[in-house]
């Protein structure tokens, strides 16, 4: 059982304060009330995501945060407290952000982008500021010209701070900004050029032709060629299986299959993905 991610439980008995769900090893985790519905029954399977309530209970619910752990969101400050500042992630019991975990003063009403990561000490789902903490900036996994997704997360004197793939840094050049852009947006992007100290230059427009096919396409062209040009994945097949698979994450998988796609290089099935051979 995993906190802070979805998890499919089984429903293994009930309580008057609602259902007790099991893992495959037998860990129990209580369901309230709140969340239960007619349909549930022993031996059910449920997709719920798990967390610590105020009380320091492991606990679940069927309702979808804002982030899972070790993502990125753009959150609102609901309420400051002697503790820290408690954002609002989609749950009735709003996220805080500790005062260690801020780099700046922030103010009700304000919106962050934060990081969500376990407390080591509490095992207490926390959000943090310091971005930069959970970015890699080291053995870089881009090539200059390759598309990748960005979110902003902070304006400064040079240009525009962001998250490159969820694991990087990336700088935007105000010289190299031509519209409107705000802290939290999410957008498509270019790499220019990745240096030395690990950060990564960015701009918004193609750098000239694009390569035909980025490092994670040409993974799924060279197992396509190995399986006689066939493959039973497609945007619907289980992350983890996707991971064992091709060694990348699924949105890594579904944006190369995506530019494969865009190229006619593929067809996308419902079976899978089948080489187009020229």
């Not at 609901?78 to 700046?104: C, H, N």
């Not at 490092?215 to 991971?243: T, V």
Request: hydrophobic share 40%; charged share 30%.
């Amino acid at each position: 059982m995993e906190i802070g991610l979805i998890n499919k439980l089984k429903v293994n008995r009930g309580t008057d304060n609602g259902l007790y769900l099991i893992d495959d090893e037998e860990n129990e985790v209580l369901l309230p009330n709140a969340y239960v519905t007619k349909d549930m029954k022993e031996g059910s399977e449920i997709e719920v995501f798990v967390y610590k309530d105020s009380e320091d209970r492991i606990v679940c619910t069927t309702q979808r945060p804002k982030m899972l752990l070790e993502q990125f969101a753009l959150l609102e400050v609901k309420a400051v407290s002697q503790y820290g500042v408690f954002m609002d992630w989609g749950l009735p019991k709003d996220l805080m952000v500790p005062y260690a975990e801020q780099v700046r003063e922030m103010h009700e009403g304000e919106k962050h982008v934060v990081f969500l990561t376990l407390d080591e000490e509490t095992e207490r789902l926390i959000g943090s500021c310091k971005i930069n903490d959970f970015l890699y900036f080291e053995d870089i996994k881009l090539e200059p010209g390759q598309e990748v997704d960005l979110m902003l997360f902070e304006v400064s004197d040079k240009g525009v701070y962001c998250i490159v793939d969820e694991l990087y840094r990336g700088l935007i050049f105000h010289s190299d900004i031509h519209r409107k852009l705000r802290v939290g947006d999410q957008l498509k992007g270019f790499v220019k050029q990745i240096r030395e100290d690990g950060k990564v230059d960015i701009v918004l427009d193609p750098i000239g032709y694009k390569a035909s096919v980025d490092p994670h396409s040409q993974i799924i062209l060279d197992k396509l060629k190995e399986a006689n040009g066939s493959l039973p994945f497609n945007d619907k097949s289980d992350p983890e299986i996707i991971n064992q698979e091709f060694g990348i994450s699924k949105k890594a998988f579904k944006r190369a299959i995506g530019n494969l796609y865009k190229q006619k290089l593929i067809r996308i099935e419902e079976e899978g993905v089948v080489l187009i051979k020229n």
